[in-house]
């Protein structure tokens, strides 16, 4: 493990309270109470069929979704919101951009800047963000591309980068503002077999880097292997949660067992 994403180990950051959680889309419940605490550094794999709100929930992680109960915190944190007395404010969208720096977050489709190249889209939000001047931000960017193998290709356009190694890049990104947390949305959903197992080594590299770790993934091997924790969620609720041990090989409800048969 490099030093550049060791550091964290001393600091424990990048725990994350979700507290009662509850979203609807019009009459449809996509998360129905769902309350979690995961430790800092800690590695979360959530499982699920599809539809059963696992996406909805890591969005609101970083308030890309806004929860319609409920609250989430990180390190303490309200996300998306300020607590006055009783009453909790939502931020302001400076404030909510700035809390997000925190909180990476990792596509299923990538989403690389298409008109910049690989070194530009790495320092475009530290710079951006006045978090490193532009010096530094290429050195970070060097060591970054060093972790995830792709230093060669810092000049390349996204376009003429496989889908494997876009992804790579795009946790590359999302780990130059030094993330606290950093989610994954299915990130290798979008790629061909042959591609999943160079995503699935970064992502493992970056296990126990100290970052804590939140991933929506059907690649049960790859949860037994890395996860802490698995959750497994079911029509917006977190049906059943424990070591990767308990939940994938000792499953306590039916609903799991029959998950876990279907995906193996
Ligand atoms: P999963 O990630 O487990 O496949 P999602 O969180 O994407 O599930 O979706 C949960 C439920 O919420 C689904 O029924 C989905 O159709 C619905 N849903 C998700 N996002 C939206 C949206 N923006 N508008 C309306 N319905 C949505």
Avoid: C
Wanted: proline share 3%.
């Amino acid at each position: 493990m490099s030093e550049a994403i060791d550091y964290r180990q001393a600091h424990a950051t990048g725990a994350i309270s979700i507290t009662g959680v509850s979203k609807s889309y019009g009459r449809h419940k996509a998360l129905d109470d769902v309350s979690l605490e995961l430790d800092p550094g800690s590695v979360t794999v959530i499982v699920g069929p599809s539809g059963s709100g696992k996406s909805t929930l890591l969005r609101t992680l970083n308030h890309l979704e806004r929860v319609d109960t409920g609250f989430i915190q990180i390190d303490g944190d309200y996300i998306g919101y300020q607590r006055r007395g009783d009453k909790l404010y939502e931020l302001k969208e400076k404030a909510i951009l700035r809390q997000r720096i925190n909180v990476g977050y990792v596509f299923q489709n990538f989403n690389l800047f298409p008109h910049l190249t690989v070194l530009e889209n790495l320092i475009e939000a530290p710079v951006a963000h006045r978090q490193l001047s532009k010096r530094d931000a290429v050195t970070r960017a060097g060591e970054l591309l060093d972790i995830v193998g792709l230093r060669h290709k810092a000049d390349a356009w996204p376009r003429h980068l496989s889908g494997g190694q876009q992804q790579r890049i795009a946790i590359a990104r999302a780990l130059m503002l030094n993330p606290r947390v950093m989610l994954f949305d299915e990130p290798t959903s979008a790629l061909d077999p042959e591609l999943v197992g160079e995503v699935l080594d970064v992502i493992k590299k970056l296990a126990r880097s100290g970052t804590t770790l939140v991933i929506v993934t059907h690649e049960i091997g790859f949860a037994r292997e890395v996860a802490d924790n698995v959750v497994f969620m079911v029509d917006g609720r977190i049906v059943e949660q424990g070591s990767a041990t308990q939940v994938l090989n000792n499953p306590r409800h039916e609903r799991t067992r029959r998950f876990l048969a279907r995906v193996l």
